[in-house]
Nanobody
Framework: QVHLVESGGGSVQPGGSLRLSCAASGSTFNIRSMEWFRQGPGQERKFVAS????????IYADSVKDRFTSSRDNTKTTVYLQMNTLKPEDTAVYYC?????????WGQGTQVTVSD
């Protein structure tokens, strides 16, 4: 099993930045990819970004492309989501998710609020 813990959420004004972290523990050697999703108020959970655990270029939802960057610290089992030029519509609970050979695991989520 994989255990995920997100951190780094908070409140920020439009145009601001935040960096989310997702620390993975447990059977991380089986992870194939890591994803970020978000769920806004009254909305379904939506895909934000994905990256292979082995490396390579991440892929992004059109709504965040060129503003968000997903990366991984190879010395640790931690992935990051750098979010720049934040907009009110980015307000959501953000979840990291690990896809491994046994299934998909989710973190508890972290709230991001973008408002004046």
């Amino acid at each position: 099993q994989v255990h995920l813990v997100e951190s780094g959420g908070g409140s920020v004004q439009p145009g601001g930045s935040l960096r989310l972290s997702c620390a993975a523990s447990g059977s991380t050697f089986n992870i194939r990819s890591m994803e970020w999703f978000r769920q806004g108020p009254g909305q379904e959970r939506k895909f934000v970004a994905s990256m292979l655990w082995s490396g390579g270029e991440p892929i992004y939802a059109d709504s965040v492309k060129d503003r968000f960057t997903s990366s991984r610290d190879n010395t640790k089992t931690t992935v990051y989501l750098q979010m720049n030029t934040l907009k009110p519509e980015d307000t959501a609970v953000y979840y990291c998710s690990a896809n491994d050979v046994t299934g998909r695991y989710w973190g508890q989520g972290t709230q991001v609020t973008v408002s004046d």
